[in-house]
């Protein structure tokens, strides 16, 4: 049996055939410990950004109100630090009215990919209900990528677990 490790820090210290060799419960121990340390980190990182907003920002903001600007990044000095303070920039556009002025642009002779970049979408739950013809005319531009894998697991309960792809072999050689 492989050790416990006593910190999450010691978890870099497993080889890959070590954790690969590992049974399952122990393995998803130390991910739910990973997971639980992930998200209190995350809190930590967000309660001590919201301490130093309150430490920083009216002066943050002041120098930006100086510099005539309400988004951006202001640096500072402050007991031998500098300190960057950053309030970025998140337009949004409404779509209709976007496609409102690119037909507006079409309509004064103006190619609308000179001044905006044009992406069309489709959902795939909306592809999949389809009806064939509308769905071939499609198909050509349509590209499958596989995203990254991830893994998890679930402990079964009184024999029941939730549904896969592949629930049909479960069991079986594959």
Do not use: C
């Given at each position: 049996?492989?050790?416990?490790p006593?910190?999450?820090?010691?978890?870099?210290?497993?080889?890959?055939?070590?954790?690969?060799?590992?049974?399952l419960?122990?393995?998803?121990?130390?991910?739910?410990?990973?997971?639980?340390?992930?998200?209190?980190?995350?809190?930590?990182?967000?309660?001590?950004?919201?301490?130093?907003?309150?430490?920083?920002?009216?002066?943050?903001?002041?120098?930006?109100?100086?510099?005539?600007?309400?988004?951006?990044?202001?640096?500072?000095?402050?007991?031998?630090?500098?300190?960057?303070?950053?309030?970025?920039?998140?337009p949004?556009?409404?779509q209709?009215?976007?496609?409102?002025?690119?037909?507006?642009?079409?309509?004064?002779?103006?190619?609308?990919?000179?001044?905006?970049?044009?992406?069309?979408?489709?959902?795939?739950?909306?592809?999949?209900?389809?009806?064939?013809?509308?769905?071939?005319?499609?198909?050509?531009?349509?590209?499958?990528?596989?995203?990254?894998?991830?893994?998890?697991?679930?402990?079964?309960?009184?024999?029941?677990?939730?549904?896969?792809?592949?629930?049909?072999?479960?069991?079986?050689?594959?």
């Amino acid at each position: 049996m492989i050790p416990e490790p006593d910190t999450l820090e010691e978890v870099g210290n497993f080889m890959m055939a070590e954790l690969e060799a590992m049974p399952l419960a122990e393995l998803n121990e130390l991910i739910q410990r990973v997971s639980s340390a992930e998200e209190s980190a995350r809190q930590y990182k967000q309660f001590l950004q919201a301490v130093m907003h309150h430490r920083f920002g009216s002066r943050a903001n002041q120098l930006r109100q100086d510099a005539g600007k309400t988004t951006g990044t202001v640096r500072f000095e402050d007991e031998g630090f500098v300190v960057i303070a950053d309030l970025p920039k998140r337009p949004e556009y409404d779509q209709r009215k976007l496609k409102d002025a690119v037909e507006a642009l079409r309509k004064w002779g103006e190619n609308p990919e000179d001044y905006v970049g044009i992406e069309v979408k489709v959902s795939e739950t909306k592809f999949g209900a389809w009806p064939p013809a509308v769905r071939e005319l499609f198909e050509p531009a349509r590209t499958i990528k596989a995203g990254k894998p991830t893994y998890k697991l679930e402990r079964i309960v009184d024999g029941e677990s939730s549904e896969a792809a592949n629930d049909s072999q479960l069991g079986e050689a594959v």
